[in-house]
């Protein structure tokens, strides 16, 4: 009987927090342009010790290290009751919550939107994947831009 009412108990209690909880966005822009930003000036927007690291490093700035465009994030806020609650400059979105679903309705015909999705119940796995997927890819540019550094030297050679 007691496990019964604990049980009963927990169910209703779940029930009252999911009504509750705001529903979470991960949005994904086309694009970074329009910036106020520019990677010919990247004191705007990086570190002066990332500057430097990057330089003793020979790593160059890229379209991807810009922030986020904050005029697209606040096209998206001002288009109804979101929250901004993070963003991410390498995957180039932001994560937005709201209390009403249908409100995201509003963003889906904004052109600067590349895609909309769900997170609420985003496990910690998925967004180690995406993160690692990114090192990834940044690892495969890296050996390209090697093997065509090779290659150039090579040809000067001849």
Known sequence: MGTRLFFLFFLISLLGITQNDTIKFW????????????????????????????????????????????????????????????????????????????????????????????VQFLQKNTMKRLVLLRIQQNKLSFKLQIRNIILTEKLMSN
């Open 27 to 118: 949005i994904q822009f086309t694009d970074k342009q329009n910036s106020i930003y520019s990677t010919t000036n990247p004191s705007q927007f990086l570190s002066e010790r990332a500057i430097l690291r990057r330089e003793n490093q020979n790593i160059s700035i890229k379209e991807n290290d810009l922030p986020v465009n904050k005029n697209y994030i606040d096209s998206v806020l001002n288009s109804g009751s979101f929250f901004l609650q993070n963003q991410s400059k390498w995957f180039n979105a932001i994560t937005i919550s709201t209390d009403d679903s249908s409100n995201i309705n509003v963003l889906n015909n904004i052109s600067f939107i590349q895609s909309i999705k769900n």
